[in-house]
T-cell receptor
Framework: GAVVSQHPSRVICKSGTSVKIECRSL??????MFWYRQFPKQSLMLMAT?????????EQGVEKDKFLINHASLTLSTLTVTSAHPEDSSFYIC????????????FGDGTRLSIL | DQQVKQNSPSLSVQEGRISILNCDYT??????FLWYKKYPAEGPTFLIS???IKDKNEDGRFTVFLNKSAKHLSLHIVPSQPGDSAVYFC????????????WGAGTKLIIKP
């Protein structure tokens, strides 16, 4: 099946640090990638949608200057949490779909971000 | 306003028996439904999907049933195995080209030996 690789799987850093998370589709062209955040015992919350070569579309309440998303190629999207603070600690998951419509989303294994 | 609802937070089933996970939705524009399985600290894994033009889709031990008039879908797992213990999410899409998914809250399935 389709494989999506997300890296790193775990990050622990000090408050004020910027953290970059990578999401790669390994065996298909990901025309659309999604970034989710999951709080404990809650469902996935969509943060933003990115189409290759276009600016990301952010969900209401998600700060685009805080969570920078780049989708420069059909196989790579990055999420940068800028000047991270303890309240940004969470589990971040990416997914990818493509190259045609009506393909299931395939998920990375997520990144556990802990800000001290 | 929850457009996709999974009203059972957890479900316990004996190994070998049938597991039935339920999902209700409110948006009649949804035309594609998916089930994902998720283990702790991992991303969701796609299991099975169904288009609104069908009422049943089967893949091995997994069958999804869709009742459009009731706006209800269910996932049947038979026979249930210990490895099926996970959180199961129902998701729906209205066919937007961005294929954004609306997620249910998940049901934790526990398979008892």
């Amino acid at each position: 099946g389709a494989v999506v690789s997300q890296h790193p799987s775990r990050v622990i850093c000090k408050s004020g640090t910027s953290v970059k998370i990578e999401c790669r589709s390994l065996d298909f062209q990901a025309t659309t990638m999604f970034w989710y955040r999951q709080f404990p015992k809650q469902s996935l919350m969509l943060m933003a949608t990115s189409n290759e070569g276009s600016k990301a579309t952010y969900e209401q309440g998600v700060e685009k200057d805080k969570f920078l998303i780049n989708h420069a190629s059909l196989t790579l999207s990055t999420l940068t949490v800028t000047s991270a603070h303890p309240e940004d600690s969470s589990f971040y998951i990416c997914s990818a779909t493509g190259p045609t419509d009506n393909q299931p989303q395939h998920f990375g294994d997520g990144t556990r971000l802990s800000i001290l | 306003d929850q457009q996709v609802k999974q009203n059972s937070p957890s479900l316990s089933v004996q190994e070998g028996r049938i597991s039935i996970l339920n999902c209700d939705y409110t948006n009649s524009m949804f035309d594609y439904f998916l089930w994902y399985k998720k283990y702790p600290a991992e991303g969701p894994t796609f299991l099975i999907s169904i288009s609104s033009i069908k009422d049943k889709n089967e893949d091995g031990r997994f069958t999804v049933f869709l009742n459009k008039s009731a706006k209800h879908l269910s996932l049947h797992i038979v026979p249930s195995q210990p490895g099926d213990s996970a959180v199961y999410f129902c998701a729906a899409s209205d066919g937007d080209s961005n294929y954004q998914l609306i997620w249910g809250a998940g049901t934790k399935l526990i398979i008892k030996p």
